[in-house]
């Protein structure tokens, strides 16, 4: 799909299962995911089953990329578009192995990621969720250029192991024409 400086963005594909399910199975990196710790079977069948039938779908309603290391071909970690064509938006949700965090994979991910959706999708918007305590992901977000554009109170639904049941989010969103001035410099 796309090359970034040390990144290949690309599709999932089955081949991808070791690398995948070290950090989808590995609750430090899955925390403030909606999915996870997987199971093997779970990991599979994203892999196997999933991948293959939303790449298939007409219209298709999702994108799951693969962030592939250039220099050792490890796939640490994954960008999801969830389309929504009416609105010409999509809803991005990001995970990367907690052993690959810090040196800037994740920015570098998205900014490649928002390059597929304003350029090659011909989207207007892209905005996300992030749990209010993630703040490394709030971080990224804001480095590539998207605005937070509130908090939502009890909006994230917590692990059956959180104190609370419900947890606040932050939305961030950025628009093609934003995303535009950003690469021109202005």
């Known amino acids: 799909m796309l ?7 690309r599709e999932f594909s089955a081949d991808d299962y070791e690398d995948v399910h070290a950090y989808s199975s590995d609750y430090e990196s899955v925390r403030h995911m909606m999915f996870g710790p997987n199971t093997p079977g779970q990991t599979r069948d994203y892999l196997e089953r999933q991948c293959v039938e939303e790449r298939n779908a007409v219209p298709r309603m999702h994108y ?8 050792n071909g490890r796939v640490i970690g ?3 578009l969830h389309m929504n064509w009416r609105r010409d ?3 991005l949700g990001a995970i990367i192995n907690r052993h690959e965090t810090g040196h800037g994979f994740m920015t570098e991910a998205l900014l490649g990621v928002m390059e597929i959706a304003f350029n090659q999708l011909k989207l207007h918007r892209l905005h996300a969720v992030c749990d209010v305590d993630n703040v490394a992901m709030h ?4 480095k590539c250029g998207m605005r937070c554009e509130g908090r939502m109170i009890q909006r994230g639904k917590a692990r059956p192991e959180a104190e609370k049941p419900y947890f606040d989010q932050f939305g961030y969103a950025i628009l ?3 995303w535009l001035e950003r ?3 202005k």
Not at 139 to 142: A, D, I, K, Q, T
């Open 3 to 9: 090359k970034t400086q040390r990144l290949h963005l």
């Open 64 to 71: 799951n990329i693969a962030l592939q290391r250039q220099d």
């Open 78 to 80: 994954g960008v999801s």
């Open 89 to 91: 938006d999509a809803i």
């Open 139 to 142: 971080r990224v977000m804001e």
């Open 176 to 178: 093609r024409d934003e």
């Open 183 to 185: 690469r021109a410099g």
